[in-house]
């Protein structure tokens, strides 16, 4: 659903004059899931704003108890739950709170003037991309569809909007004989430090610093020696 909210946002002059507005719902629908993802891995009832009531011939609550009359938190309730839950605060509160609104024009009015694409990314690489650095250890790029990347970058640019983050930059030019072939590199938007990243390991994501490939680059006999988490680029400052 964020690669989708990022294509309609970046695609829509080409595609569908629409495309935006859906861009802004579905912004808001990936905000409220990952905002109640963070809450949940405290507990999980503590999404429901409305819990379903105890029936005397029953005595454990069911899921399908939940999904018939229980009711989650609504989307302008999440940031204190989530403060009260985690001790964490949603970033840029003022960006969340403004585009809920947006997103309530836009899903039961009309359609605003507005550049609803530039405040679409601007939602998500101001809001939804720290919440995801900082809960899972991932970034924004991990989540676009497929070879966007590049196109996704240039709708940044245009609108002025900066990335202080890791953005990748391609596979490079290593062959398939190369002990790193698998890696990709990556750069950060601000410091300009460069790292490798195997992308194909789905649990833990690895990383492998300048640095440390160029040492790779002479010794290429132990590489797991050189590789090292993907929290180090995006540590979890989380504490239970």
Request: include cysteine; hydrophobic fraction near 40%; charge should be negative.
């Amino acid at each position: 659903m964020l690669g989708h909210a990022i294509h309609h946002s970046i695609f829509s002059d080409v595609e569908n004059p629409y495309y935006d507005a859906i861009g802004v719902l579905h912004a808001a629908q990936v905000a409220e899931i990952v905002l109640k993802a963070c809450i949940a891995a405290e507990h999980p009832l503590l999404i429901f704003a409305k819990l379903p009531r105890p029936e005397h011939e029953r005595q454990d609550l069911t899921l399908e108890d939940l999904m018939k009359r229980g009711r989650t938190l609504q989307y302008a309730d999440l940031p204190d739950v989530l403060w009260a839950a985690t001790g964490r605060r949603v970033p840029s509160l003022d960006v969340y709170r403004e585009f809920g609104e947006l997103r309530n024009t836009v899903q039961h009015l009309l359609v605003p003037e507005d550049d609803l694409s530039r405040r679409t990314l601007e939602f998500l690489i101001d809001v939804v991309d720290p919440l995801i650095q900082d809960f899972w250890a991932t970034n924004i790029f991990r989540h676009l569809q497929a070879d966007e990347d590049e196109y996704f970058v240039e709708a940044l640019d245009r609108h002025g909007i900066v990335y202080k983050g890791w953005v990748p930059l391609g596979r490079g030019t290593l062959n398939t004989k190369h002990p790193l072939w698998l890696f990709s590199l990556w750069e950060h938007s601000v410091t300009k430090e460069r790292i490798w990243v195997d992308e194909h390991l789905t649990d833990q994501v690895r990383i492998l610093r300048a640095v440390d490939y160029e040492g790779h680059l002479k010794t290429a006999t132990a590489p797991t020696e050189w590789l090292h988490d993907w929290r180090e680029i995006f540590p979890s400052t989380r504490t239970r």
